[in-house]
């Protein structure tokens, strides 16, 4: 049986960053994944070029920014690795990025830039004393604990046994994401971990997803898949409401885009959502715009509203095809012109673009979706060292923990920041 400082179990962005950190402070990691592919979701994300952090993330206020039963959780590791920490790195590393918007930060020219950055990191623990082994595809079978053995001077042990055999180690961290993108191998197997050292697991869901409406809610509305324009959505009343301008999506099963992806890790199933398909930033005031149309536009409304709107998105409204409208309304818009339009018309037609109510039926599930919602409870674990508070030498960091940040690299971050946290953590044996 072979022995380690660590085990570290999981491959991607979080696991090869704590890998590397912890093997530069001179400890003997090894790194375990049950795919053969490195870093799959960094590989693929951001259409390739991975939004690998966010400049603007605020670490004083992580509830802007992420989601969970606690998100002011992660406020201890973000500060410690912040965003400007990560891009130092990159920058050291030699490899292109640029910002898109809203502090959004892409490789150049690949993802791969990134994940050959996070191996060379591994490697450079030789030259610190220390050194990482990186075993796939290799899963592990089963995992057991001692309080007490031989093989660490009667310290703590964690017994992993592999497809390659049996490996111990006194510190076992746990990077093995969520449940989202089951395509390219992921697994519920840190949610089952957890759970078999008596740890609360929050209810998981898809999370970052796009929103389905059903075939004969939706089928009216496939027409306008394709479709893309900047809007205003929210969700939740009061106190509990929540509102992104972003971009909107139409598909032919339902709604997406970096609005309804925001969205949908805030909604809850039942609910509606709002959308206002002519957003205050775009300056259009539609009601003045209608009311002065009416005094002598011979137009149908449809071809007024082309002028703000795409054009089959206006033709949908006016023939009904958003729903909403009645079907007199609907009548009216299509055989008058705008001067014999009577006022209530036009405020129904107002209220449609721009307090447009639909509820979705649910998501496209976690094929689709970015991250997972929910994991294990962060009140089982230190926020300082992302240990198991009553279960010495086990680490939770990433995405499999309840912690979950919005679309923009806000994810990454939280992986690099957990990362790096319980890496400092981490003793030899």
Not at 68 to 85: I, M, V
Request: some cysteine; charged content about 20%; proline content about 4%.
């Amino acid at each position: 049986m072979q022995s380690f400082d660590v085990i570290v179990v999981g491959a991607g962005a979080a696991g090869l960053f704590c890998a590397g950190v912890a093997g530069q402070r001179g400890l003997r990691v090894l790194l375990l994944d049950h795919s053969d592919r490195v870093a799959e979701k960094i590989r693929i994300s951001g259409g390739g070029r991975c939004n690998f952090t966010n400049r603007d993330l605020d670490v004083r206020a992580p509830h802007r920014h992420f989601v969970g039963a606690n998100p002011q959780f992660c406020r201890s590791a973000l500060s410690r690795y912040t965003s400007q920490d990560f891009i130092a790195l990159v920058k050291r590393h030699g490899i292109p990025f640029h910002e898109k918007h809203k502090g959004q930060l892409f490789c150049d020219r690949s993802a791969q830039d990134l994940i050959q950055m996070l191996l060379q990191e591994c490697e450079a623990a030789g030259a610190a004393g220390g050194q990482v082994s990186r075993w796939q595809p290799c899963a592990v079978k089963n995992v057991l604990f001692s309080d007490t053995s031989p093989l660490f001077n009667g310290g703590r042990c964690y017994q992993v046994e592999t497809d390659r055999g049996l490996v111990a180690a006194p510190s076992l961290v746990v990077a093995t994401g969520g449940l989202s993108i089951p395509a390219i191998g992921a697994t519920d197997f840190g949610y089952q971990l957890a759970r078999q050292f008596k740890l609360s697991v929050q209810a998981t869901r898809p999370g970052l997803v796009p929103l389905t409406f059903g075939d004969t809610q939706w089928q009216p509305m496939t027409t306008l898949a394709g479709l893309s324009l900047p809007v205003e959505l929210s969700t939740g009343e009061r106190r509990q409401k929540i509102e992104f301008e972003e971009d909107l999506l139409f598909t032919h099963r339902g709604l997406s885009g970096p609005g309804v992806l925001q969205m949908s890790s805030y909604w809850q199933a039942g609910q509606s959502i709002r959308i206002n398909l002519l957003p205050t930033s775009t300056g259009i005031d539609l009601p003045a715009v209608l009311r002065s149309a009416k005094q002598g536009s011979h137009k149908r409304a449809t071809n007024e509203l082309a002028r703000y709107l795409p054009s089959r998105l206006a033709d949908a409204c006016c023939a009904g095809q958003l729903r909403g409208l009645p079907s007199a309304t609907v009548d009216l818009l299509q055989q008058r012109s705008m001067t014999d339009l009577p006022d209530r018309v036009l405020d129904q037609l107002c209220q449609q673009l721009q307090n447009w109510a639909l509820t979705p039926t649910g998501t496209e599930g976690y094929r689709k979706a970015e991250v997972t919602l929910g994991g294990v409870d962060t009140a089982e674990l230190s926020q300082h060292s992302l240990e198991a508070k009553r279960q010495p030498g086990l680490y939770f960091i990433g995405e499999v923990v309840d912690i979950s940040g919005w679309l923009g690299g806000y994810n990454f971050q939280w992986a690099w920041a957990s990362a790096y946290a319980c890496a400092h953590a981490l003793v030899g044996s």
